[in-house]
């Protein structure tokens, strides 16, 4: 078997690994990146990059015909043909994954296509194509991602019961589609085929759409979501789905425990994801999993002693900007570590500092501690909130739906968390999360001169509702 030796290999091209493997290179270390697909990952490929151009073309389909009405135009829908959309969107996968193929080559990364399995502490074995080689290094890094979650009498099909890779990958529209799982990926492809002119059912087994995001978000998303025709359930079990007739049967029982069957052309579940650790090696090396998913220590280290994960395998965030992030700490760590050196700016990820977005519309962002987190852990705080209808920019754009809601440490005004639900929300986000990040309090940010009229203004105004300095409610 053919040996070739590195610094730092990582497995997985997606956004922790090419993120780290670029990283690593920059800072001299001799890398290798193993993906046994496409470079990207998940994200790149069939996930956030191509679903957000379905969500910019769906966007501009209904409300630019709205507003064309409003001015009197007559439009003829008749010949609407989505496959050029969606075409769009693989355009867009295709020409960022051969960016990222660039940017490996351009930093010297060496790419190995193949299915990467470890051998030991410090070798990992590749079958590729041609053949098996055994790469050794000082440090690997796992970044495998995570695959759409199977449940049972949901099984994937691809043709009438869909993953989200499934109905990214179809080029034609169903006429009625059942989602299952009011999450984030159920809610953002409720919008862009409710958009499109497709009837939406939603059914959620939590009590509300968007269960992970403050509870005021959830009631806000789901009266615009029923406003635009999109039927929701929630509280909601779906029991199973049967083909009958060419027509998906989805078996339910909703939250009076009442019995209904609910009929379409396709169903997407999306219930969650797994971790892609199966057939790694984990086992015989001894590193340490719950349910699946990699336990990590300081700097996002194994119990392994030189084998780091980051990503959708960790236990952290299963966002791609996470996993990115990660990617960069630990290549950072590792360097350091192998020349002898301090990294005196070395710092872990911290949880509560890492966004959440939602891409439908209105548009939803979050982070930190919630209004409901802080009463659980009995910290001291207080919450102040403006509402877009107080915000020129929001009115004049005709999007005054929406909220921004700030949690601050009652004793000091630092801020605790942020969560917005409205037009330019995963934007708008990073100025709270840069004041909590840098120590800022909430007074800094009130007396920050936000140009006007913009939709930054919305924060600022929240903080000085915390201030009782409101001008504009």
């Known amino acids: 078997m053919k040996e070739r030796e590195f610094d730092f290999i990582v497995i997985g091209a997606g956004p922790g690994g090419y993120v780290a493997a670029i990283r690593a290179a920059q800072l001299g270390l001799k890398t290798a990146v193993v993906e046994k697909n496409l470079v990207g990952g998940v994200c790149l490929n069939v996930g956030c990059i191509p679903s957000k151009s379905l969500i910019h073309n769906a966007r501009l389909f209904a409300e630019g015909g709205k507003m ?183 078996h339910v029982v909703d939250e009076q425990t009442k019995a209904m069957d609910i009929y379409a052309d396709a169903a997407l579940v999306s219930v969650g994801r797994t971790p892609n650790t199966d057939n790694l090696g984990l086992e015989q090396l001894g590193i340490k999993t719950d349910r699946g998913y990699i336990l990590t220590g300081d700097y996002h280290e194994t119990s392994c002693s030189g084998i780091f994960a980051v990503g959708d395998i960790t236990t952290y965030p299963q966002l791609a900007h996470a996993a990115s992030k990660a990617g960069e700490i630990v290549a950072e760590r590792v360097a350091h570590l192998l020349k002898g050196t301090p990294n005196p700016q070395e710092r872990s990820l911290d949880r509560l500092h890492v966004p959440s977005a939602v891409y439908c519309d209105p548009q939803v962002a979050s982070f930190g501690l919630s209004e409901a987190s802080a009463k659980e852990k009995c910290i001291d705080h207080q919450v102040a909130r403006f509402p877009y209808r107080g915000n020129g920019r929001a009115v004049a754009e005709d999007a005054p739906e929406g909220q921004v809601k700030l949690v601050f440490d009652r004793s000091n005004g630092a801020i605790l968390g942020a969560s917005i639900i409205g037009e330019g929300a995963a934007d708008l986000i990073h100025e709270p999360l840069l004041a909590a990040n840098a120590g800022l309090r909430i007074d800094d940010i009130a007396a920050l001169v936000h140009a006007h009229p913009t939709l930054s203004e919305t924060i600022m105004e929240a903080s000085k509702v915390a201030l009782d300095r409101a001008i504009h409610i």
């Open 68 to 250: 064309l009405q409003k001015a009197g135009a007559k439009i003829d829908m008749s010949g609407f043909d989505y496959e050029p959309i969606w075409k769009t969107s693989r355009l867009v996968a295709e020409k960022l994954s051969k960016g990222v193929n660039f940017l490996l080559k351009k930093n010297k990364v060496e790419l190995i296509q193949g299915t990467a399995k470890l051998t030991g502490a410090s070798t990992v074995e590749v079958e590729g194509a041609d053949a098996a080689i055994e790469l050794r290094s000082k440090a690997i890094l796992l970044a495998t991602g995570s695959r759409p979650r199977i449940i049972p009498g949901f099984e994937f099909d691809e043709k009438r019961i869909l993953s989200s890779t499934g109905i990214l990958m179809k080029n034609t529209l169903p006429k009625r589609l059942f989602i299952l799982g009011a999450g984030p990926i159920g809610m953002e492809f409720a919008y862009i085929m409710n958009a499109f002119g497709v009837d939406v059912t939603v059914v959620e087994l939590l009590p509300r759409a968007l269960p992970l995001e403050d509870e005021e978000v959830s009631r806000i998303i789901e009266k615009e979501f029923r406003n635009r025709g999109v039927t929701i359930y929630t509280g909601a079990n779906a029991k199973s789905a049967e083909i009958r007739n060419n027509e998906v049967v989805v």
